[in-house]
């Protein structure tokens, strides 16, 4: 890929002379982007990937950085360089240019997505009459960028320190970095939108209101709880239209205590929201209750009035046909009929009268009860409406009380890591803090003096468990009272870190004196370092510690077994010709088969350094040591024994690789009331180490789980693990002994026992 920088830090392309009068300083925000994948796009379809990035100058980065008040320097081929006189104004511009680009892609396939890596950094620069730009920071802009994800943006110490309080975006620390022709270590920030800093429930409540849906009730927050589920091994949003995930640690996202934290939180507020919907419910169904008994009173009034009028007529038509039969009759002559027939009349109108006076009384009763059902009716109108506005209120609090918690835990969290911060702790003081943890029951997996993701964790859990604010960082009093709690196993830790290097110093101290030092020019001899890898393109990030001895320009350190912590390495390789460096790391894939990841670099007098995208090895020259390396001291809280065994093995004995067999054989214990045992061993040390494991701990084996044989040179260690032995913040029992090329012999006498045990090996 080309870029618009030269490595020196100076434009690719300037001025054929410039005029030192014309040359002058100024402090500049820069922003260095290249594309990601460019070669590839080229190789596949060459006209379309120049038409596309064409538009994408014309409509991403063109208006994005005019917006923020910037300028575009150089654009050549996949890169660009930008100048902004505002560091809040480059981040922003940045932004702009990933959501811009996020909405370019989504029209594209996967693979034909054009990707920029981002890098920004503050600094002084040189301006030449053409308005070019030069210097150093120019140089540490295109570096960082290189340590940027593709889709992301990643930033210098500078540049967040000068933006971080301005801008509505979370920094999340990258560690340091050695990069090429930068003699310093760089401290790389990558920016993150606050929703992926602020956790899952806050980001699904964001993204369902942004899509403009309304959801109440527990219908909302079962399904903010299932994306929670979901994205909870998801880890850190970036800014690219198709994030990476990874495992999240705790400062990235919200921990799983500061998560349940916030749904407690939210399921007081629920509850008081589902009682008021209870009660909104009832006065919506004594209001129906009351409109259909308010319906029936009114139909059963006019039901009456109807049958009040139609006796009414009735009555008066009676009263009509008697009066003109008794007109009828009083000309004819039976005076006898006529008074029966005028009696039989007026009982009939009596009655007539009666039943009319009857139903007026309906009438008037259904009219009163119809007046009462519509008083209730508006009674239950008004305590519905109540209810409802209660309910509203129920749950507005219950959103902003979420809200409230998950916003007030990262801040939590900050203050938090400050404090921790401010304690200075070196590598030692967390070593120990780690074997604290784990004697107490929360096992950090290792004790390798960094506090990552599972450590993290891990304090959070002590934290809580001691009614403690669980921020995962701890404070002055915190770490003296955890330190205080764990006494008795810190002590036990001392003793064997003591013992440890007495030995180291002793076995250094009978091994050949080397020369005074390789030939001048040489690489030959003892080198030790760190290789360290980030999280792009890695589970998760890892630190090795190898101790490598080169002979012949090259040599490989092994690891003692390949696991999760060390992300399954099995050995790193060293090869040097002239003064550039190959270094190849092989690790275990799922498929059992070895993978290799290759890093270059350079010879430089005393130092090996290389890297590549994602990872970085830094060795230095041991001055005189001997051609082997000391065995280093026994992990005591490692979840495997992290002896190593060099290609440089010691010249007078052979290697202890190969196929044993012998007996681990305790006696009984008159102290803790052990009994004995005899264990017979089958093993084959590959690389100086193997491990016999038991079907199932029981009284003939000594209740153990696994015996672990390790030989460095003419040392050799047993660590036996059995049930019980967690309670002593140990891995287990490790005894010492010697190997003298045909035997292994370990005697001992086991802490946790009390028993006097004997590990007896010949070649088989």
Not at 348 to 357: F, I
Not at 490 to 506: F, M, N
Request: hydrophobic share 40%; aromatic share 4%; with cysteine.
């Amino acid at each position: 890929m080309s870029s618009p920088t030269a490595e020196d830090g100076r434009p690719a392309r300037l001025p054929a002379r410039v005029a030192v009068s014309a040359r002058r300083r100024r402090l500049s925000a820069i922003l260095h982007a290249d594309l990601t994948g460019y070669v590839r796009l080229m190789e596949g379809a060459e006209d379309r990937t120049v038409s596309r990035l064409k538009s994408v100058r014309a409509e991403v980065w063109q208006p994005a950085v005019e917006a923020a008040g910037g300028r575009i320097v150089n654009i050549v081929a996949d890169s660009v360089l930008a100048e902004f006189s505002s560091a809040v104004a480059a981040v922003a511009a940045a932004i702009d240019v990933q959501e811009r680009m996020a909405r370019f892609n989504d029209a594209l396939d996967e693979e034909q997505r054009l990707m920029f890596r981002i890098g920004l950094h503050l600094g002084e620069v040189i301006v030449d009459e053409s308005h070019t730009i030069f210097g150093d920071a120019v140089n540490v802009a295109a570096r960082i960028q290189l340590m940027a994800e593709p889709g992301g943006i990643a930033v210098s110490r500078a540049m967040r320190d000068a933006t971080h309080l301005q801008i509505d975006y979370a920094f999340v620390d990258g560690g340091k970095h050695h990069a090429k022709n930068i003699r310093r270590a760089l401290q790389v920030y990558h920016v993150r939108s606050r929703e992926s800093a602020s956790g899952p429930l806050t980001r699904a409540a964001s993204r369902i209101r942004r899509a403009g849906v309304t959801i109440r009730g527990p219908v909302l927050w079962g399904t903010i709880a299932a994306a929670t589920v979901l994205l909870a091994g998801g880890g850190y949003l970036a800014f690219t239209a198709n994030p990476m995930p990874s495992v999240s640690t705790v400062a990235l996202n919200l921990s799983a205590e500061q998560l349940e934290e916030a749904l407690a939180e939210r399921r007081k507020a629920d509850a008081l929201a589902a009682e008021k919907r209870r009660l909104e419910e009832q006065a919506r169904h004594r209001a129906e209750t009351e409109a259909e008994a308010k319906r029936q009173a009114d139909l059963e009034l006019e039901n009456a009035r109807q049958a009040r009028q139609k006796a009414e007529r009735e009555l008066a038509q009676l009263k009509a046909d008697i009066e003109a039969r008794r007109k009828a009759k009083d000309g004819e002559g039976d005076q006898a009929a006529v008074t029966a027939q005028r009696a039989a009349e007026e009982a009939a109108q009596r009655k007539a009268e009666a039943e009319a006076a009857s139903l007026r009384e309906a009438e008037e009763e259904a009219a009163k009860k119809a007046a009462a059902d519509a008083a209730a009716k508006r009674q239950a109108d008004q305590a519905l409406a109540l209810a409802t506005d209660r309910r509203k209120q129920a749950e507005a609090d219950a959103l902003a009380a979420a809200n409230k918690t998950a916003a007030a835990v990262p801040r939590l969290d900050e203050e938090a890591e400050t404090v921790e911060r401010r304690l200075r702790l070196e590598p030692a003081d967390r070593q120990r803090l780690q074997v604290a943890l784990t004697s107490l029951g929360f096992d950090t997996r290792g004790d390798d003096g960094v506090f990552g993701p599972r450590s993290r964790e891990m304090i959070a859990h002590w934290q809580k468990a001691r009614n403690q604010q669980a921020t995962g960082f701890v404070t002055t009093a915190q770490q003296q009272a955890l330190l205080k709690e764990a006494a008795a196993a810190l002590s036990w830790y001392d003793e064997q870190r003591k013992a440890d290097e007495e030995l180291k110093g002793r076995t250094t101290a009978e091994a050949p004196v080397a020369a005074a030092g390789p030939p001048t020019g040489s690489a030959d001899g003892l080198w030790r370092g760190t290789y360290e890898c980030v999280r792009n393109g890695n589970f998760f990030p890892f630190t090795l510690k190898p101790e490598i001895h080169l002979k012949g320009g090259a040599g490989t350190w092994y690891t003692a077994n390949p696991s999760w912590t060390n992300n399954q390495t099995m050995g790193i390789s060293v090869s040097i010709d002239g003064t550039n460096v190959l270094v190849t790391r092989r690790s275990v894939a799922s498929s059992a088969s070895a993978s290799t990841t290759p890093l270059s670099g350079r010879l430089e007098g005393n130092f090996i350094r290389a890297s590549n995208n994602t990872c970085t090895m830094v060795l230095a020259r041991v001055a005189s040591s001997p051609v082997v390396a000391a065995a280093p001291p026994t992990a005591f809280v490692s979840t495997t024994y992290n002896a190593t065994y060099s290609d440089a093995a010691s010249p007078t004995l052979p290697s202890p690789d190969g196929s044993w067999r012998g007996t681990y054989r305790c006696n009984a214990s008159l102290q803790t009331g052990s009994r004995p045992f005899v264990i017979d061993l089958k093993l084959h040390l590959t690389n100086g180490f193997a491990a016999w494991r038991s079907a199932g701990p029981g009284v003939n084996n000594g209740n153990s789980f696994d015996v672990a044989v390790s030989v460095v040179r003419d040392i050799s260690r047993v660590v036996r693990t059995a049930v019980g032995q967690q309670s002593l913040g140990a891995r287990g029992d490790t005894l010492t002994g010697q190997y003298d090329g045909a035997t292994i012999n370990v005697t001992g006498r086991e802490r946790s026992s009390g028993r006097d045990c004997t590990l007896a090996l010949t070649r088989s």
